[in-house]
């Protein structure tokens, strides 16, 4: 049984990623990436005396309450930030003076040149106003009282423009502070639809529970965490998990199915690594500070990237292309990564780990080339004891000994965010399929694919939190009374 379990993963062909000109936009009906219409069909705002209402409050939704001012903020769980609620968090910015100051160069020209690289598609005319407005960003962050700890480099383009946020609090915290008391919030609350009259968002519902409102903002985060939809969307034969945090339901598209709004690039899917991903489920691999003691192999049983150095797998696409892929460790490394031997014990019990003292059991058992596996754990064990880095830059002191009974899982995926959502103009207007505005209604933040489906391309990238920060506070300045 066993077995047969790891040869069928090790069978399984890799996926294509779509190569840079060929992309086309995902949509639930294959429709084009819409366009912006100008602003017939849109009533102004204003005319009308409701509140603004704003569907989630994680910190696309934070972001437009607090521009927006004049706004009902419904939260459907009982506390605030959505899956923002966390320290720690990363911002992908170009050209910003936390850069300068630590001597970095960089500026949104350079980030547009980048951005294929970065995203596997040209910066569409909604990504470069987003770069452009990368250093007004990074100060209106600042200004929530946030600090940076880091400024670490983006996988993809290797400048460093990730910026990491001291740890001790939580991103939602410093958004909920900004908001300014003319905004309501009610959690508990989820929205169960959007009323519509005529074409147009005049309201939610609550429970039942009817409530109007001047405009309705959709920031209800992604859909990662829908397996249903997931199934659909996702290439079956790379080994993957829906999220496992809560949210991510992806009420949105079920609204967008119901009223016939418009969808785009719904397959492009930020992917996280981390997992042992088995039909069993993720079981959570920690890394001993910072130190990654395994290495990756492809079937050819070849190593194919630095493994120390690729955090999510958003941008990084050779864990896509080279799947399946198997994670290889020492079995006291392998121990320590899942917390103790009972936990390694279960895992092999379940069949998400197999471990041998032969290297050669170990390759015919997952599928993989022996001696191509002789050779890269012959090379590993060199670079480790000459002290070198190897061809792919990895430090020799975080290579494992190999000299130990030799234990492989295969490499899982966990969907992490998506980059494909409601159709939505450059003003966050969400689009109905003919790409026309629907009256009264906004997307921002995951929801509407971190700002604009077709935003990151394909393969999206990583730190997109400011993408969604940019995204709630450029639409809820445009809608405040
Ligand atoms: C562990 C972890 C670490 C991460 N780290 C980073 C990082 O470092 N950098 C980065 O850029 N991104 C990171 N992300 C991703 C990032 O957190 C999300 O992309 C971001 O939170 C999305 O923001 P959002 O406001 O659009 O949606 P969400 O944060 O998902 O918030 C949506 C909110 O809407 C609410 N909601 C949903 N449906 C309804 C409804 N029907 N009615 C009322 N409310 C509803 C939800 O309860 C939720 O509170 C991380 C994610 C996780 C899980």
Redesign the pocket.
């Known amino acids: 049984m066993l077995d047969v379990w790891w040869l069928l993963l090790a069978c399984a062909s890799p996926p294509r990623l779509p190569a840079g000109d060929s992309i086309v936009p995902l949509g639930d009906t294959g429709e084009p990436l819409p366009v912006h219409r100008g602003i017939e069909g849109w009533s102004d705002p204003s005319a009308r005396q409701d509140p603004i209402l704003v ?9 437009v309450a607090a521009a927006a001012q004049e706004v009902l903020l ?4 009982d ?8 320290d ?5 910015l170009a050209g910003t003076s936390g850069q300068a100051e630590r001597g970095i160069v960089d500026s949104p020209e350079q980030a547009a040149e980048d951005w294929e690289a970065i995203t596997g598609a040209p910066p569409t005319d909604q990504t470069l106003r987003f770069l452009d407005d990368g250093p007004w960003i990074h100060d209106e962050i600042l200004a929530l009282g946030i600090e940076w700890s880091s400024i670490s480099e983006d996988p993809m383009s290797r400048v460093r423009r ?1 910026h ?2 001291g740890t001790g609090r939580a ?1 939602s915290a410093f958004l909920e502070d900004a908001l300014p008391d003319s905004v309501e919030l009610r959690t508990g ?4 639809r959007v009323l519509v009259e005529d074409g147009a968002a005049v309201g ?1 519902e ?1 429970d039942g529970e009817r409530i109007l409102g001047r405009a309705v903002v959709i ?4 859909f990662v965490g829908d397996q249903d939809l997931m199934d659909r969307l996702v290439r079956q034969e790379v080994a993957w998990d829906v ?1 496992v ?5 992806g ?2 598209l079920t609204w967008a199915r119901e009223h016939g709004w418009g969808t785009a690039w719904l397959g492009a899917i ?1 992917w ?1 690594r981390r997992y042992v991903s088995t039909r069993y489920g993720p079981v959570e691999l920690h890394d001993s500070g910072g130190v990654m003691p395994w290495i990756w192999v492809d079937v050819s049983g070849e190593r194919f990237v630095d493994e120390s150095d690729i955090e ?1 797998v958003t941008t990084g696409t050779p864990c896509l292309e080279h799947a399946p892929v198997w994670g290889l460790s020492p079995r006291q490394p392998m121990i320590e990564a899942l917390r103790d031997e009972d936990d390694l014990d279960g895992a092999m019990e379940r069949g998400e780990v197999l471990c041998d003292p032969d290297p050669a059991v170990v390759a015919s058992s997952i599928g993989v080339d022996i001696a191509g596996l002789a050779v890269t754990l012959e090379a590993v064990d060199v670079a480790r004891q000459a002290e070198l880095a190897d061809r792919f830059g990895r430090s020799p002191e975080t290579f494992p000994d190999f000299d130990d009974e030799l234990c492989a899982y295969q490499l899982g995926l966990v969907a ?2 998506n980059f494909g959502g409601l159709a939505v103009d450059a003003s966050g207007r969400v689009l109905d399929k003919a790409g026309q505005p629907v009256p009264g209604l906004y997307a ?5 694919g ?1 700002a604009q489906p077709g935003l990151g391309g394909q393969a999206g990238f ?7 920060l940019w995204s ?1 506070w450029r639409v809820g300045e445009s809608i405040r009374p």
């Open positions: 569907v989630g409050a994680g910190p696309a939704g934070l972001a419904l939260e459907a769980s506390r605030l930030g959505g899956r923002g609620a966390l720690g968090m990363m911002f992908w990730l990491g946020m991103l609350s989820r929205v169960s939610v609550v920031a209800t985060g992604g999220a945090d809560e949210g991510a339901t009420d949105a930020g996280f999510t992490q965010k921002v933040g995951e929801a509407a971190m990583d730190g997109a939190l400011s993408a969604i709630g």
